[in-house]
Every structure is written in structure tokens, then in C-alpha cells.
């Protein structure tokens, strides 16, 4: 069993940054493939990033360049640094670790990007 809290979301202005923390309890977390997703009002949860347990990488498409997926084993916590935000960028980001057929979420930390 995985618990995920993640942290580090609230309000910034266009341009600005933010680090959220996606931070687990339980055991062999090292072993889990971590994925941040948001999900804006009115639309789908979408992928934002992934990292493996090797530390493989990737990236939506709409991020790329601007957003970075990190991940430490000691401290059991995967973080997301967001820079040059927009206001698309606004939603409710959880974060997600699977492996095989586990599947955890976390409840959500809300971003809100705007002047």
C-alpha cells in the first residue's frame, strides 16, 4: 500500500514558478513508476509528466521545456518544478505511482495561474 500527499500548489502570476511535492508513505516506493496529471475545470485528466524508477523521463508536449520531474528514493518524494507558467496551466495536479497492477493516487493540490 502507497499514501501520496502532494503539496506546493497555489496562486502565482503569469511567468512565475512553483514546486510541487508528491510525497509517499509505504514500502518499495523506489521500485514505482510517478506521474504527475492535471485536470482543468470542464476537462479530462491529462498526463503531465513521468519519471521510472530508473529515472526515465516524459513530458506532455504543452510542458515541455518549461516543467521538470525529479524524484528522490531517500525521501520518498517525487517533485514537479513549474516555470514560465501560464494561465493554462491552472488546474488541480495530482500525482500518480503504479506498478504492475498497483495504482495510487493522491487527493490533488490546486494551481492557479493568474494576474
Known amino acids: 500500500q502507497v499514501q501520496l500527499v502532494e503539496s506546493g500548489g497555489g496562486l502565482v502570476q503569469p511567468g512565475g514558478s512553483l514546486r510541487l511535492s508528491c510525497a509517499a508513505s509505504g514500502s518499495a516506493f523506489s521500485f514505482y513508476t510517478v506521474g504527475w496529471h492535471r485536470q482543468a475545470p470542464g476537462k479530462q485528466r491529462e498526463l503531465v509528466a513521468a519519471?521510472?524508477?530508473?529515472?526515465?523521463?516524459n513530458y506532455a508536449d504543452s510542458i515541455k521545456g518549461r516543467f521538470t520531474i525529479s524524484r528522490d528514493n531517500d525521501k520518498k518524494t517525487v517533485y514537479l518544478q513549474m516555470n514560465s507558467l501560464k494561465p493554462e496551466d491552472t488546474a488541480v495536479y495530482y500525482c500518480n505511482a503504479r506498478l504492475t497492477i498497483k495504482d495510487y493516487w493522491g487527493k490533488g493540490t490546486l494551481v492557479t495561474v493568474s494576474s
Open positions: 519519471i521510472t524508477n530508473m529515472g526515465s523521463t
